[in-house]
């Protein structure tokens, strides 16, 4: 079964560096997603980007954030100046065109911020 | 507005018992209703998910009971098994993922079921 993967499993940088999450989504999907979850909390989602562009943002995705799909498989999220309180699992997700196209999501970078 | 609240925070059953986790939202625009089963170094996974013309849906061991005007859904776990433990979250999104809104989730069920 095709599936979503996320890489490095886990990175750890020192506060105020810039770091880049990278994701492969599944092959035939044209939505991706970025979800983060600290440690012990609930699932939040940071932005969906569709057709090359942001469809939409949350307020945790400020300017710190920035997401691109360089070529036609990767999906990356870059975190320009890395905060404490960035450290937290990030999921990358993908789904399809169908009206309950579910979402599949990668296992997941653990960053920690030091 | 956005906010999906989720009870109870953890839950241990023995096998075979029938937890039941409980979830309530406050955006009558939300459409699409789904459970999500995360294992330990995973990511969610889609478990069922229910859309609010329909009152029940269940597939295999896993039903989803929806109250529209209570605004209110819940995840029953028939027969539960040690292999059912994990954390479970119920989500709601304002139309249908596919179009590439946000899914927002509840705070999470951890799950434990003793054999």
């Known amino acids: 079964e095709p599936e979503v993967t996320q890489t490095p499993s886990h990175q750890v940088t020192q506060m105020g560096q810039e770091v880049i999450l990278r994701c492969v989504p599944i092959?035939?999907?044209?939505?991706f997603y970025w979800y983060r979850q600290i440690l012990g909390q609930k699932v939040e989602f940071l932005v969906s980007f569709y057709n090359n562009e942001i469809s939409e943002k949350s307020e945790i995705f400020d300017d710190q954030f920035s997401v691109e799909r360089p070529d036609g498989s990767n999906f990356t999220l870059k975190i320009r100046s890395t905060k404490l309180e960035d450290s937290a699992m990030y999921f990358c997700?993908?789904?399809?065109?169908?009206?309950?196209?579910?979402?599949?999501f990668g296992n997941g970078t653990r960053l920690t911020v030091t | 507005q956005q906010q999906v609240k989720q009870s109870p925070q953890s839950l241990i059953v023995q096998k075979g018992g029938i937890p039941i986790i409980n979830c309530a939202y406050e955006n009558t625009a939300f459409d699409y209703f789904p459970w999500y089963q995360q294992f330990p170094g995973k990511g969610p996974a889609l478990l069922i998910a229910i859309r609010p013309d329909v009152s029940e849906k269940k597939e295999g061991r896993f039903t989803i009971s929806f109250n529209k005007s209570a605004k209110q859904f819940s995840l029953h776990i028939m027969d539960s098994q040690p292999g059912d433990s994990a954390t479970y979250f119920c989500?709601?999104?304002?139309?249908?993922?596919?179009?590439?809104?946000?899914?927002?989730f509840g705070e999470g069920t951890q799950l434990t079921v003793n054999p």
């Open positions: 997700a993908s789904g399809g065109t169908g009206r309950n196209s579910p979402l599949h």
């Open positions: 092959s035939n999907h044209l939505y």
């Open positions: 989500a709601a999104s304002r139309v249908p993922v596919g179009s590439g809104s946000r899914l927002t």
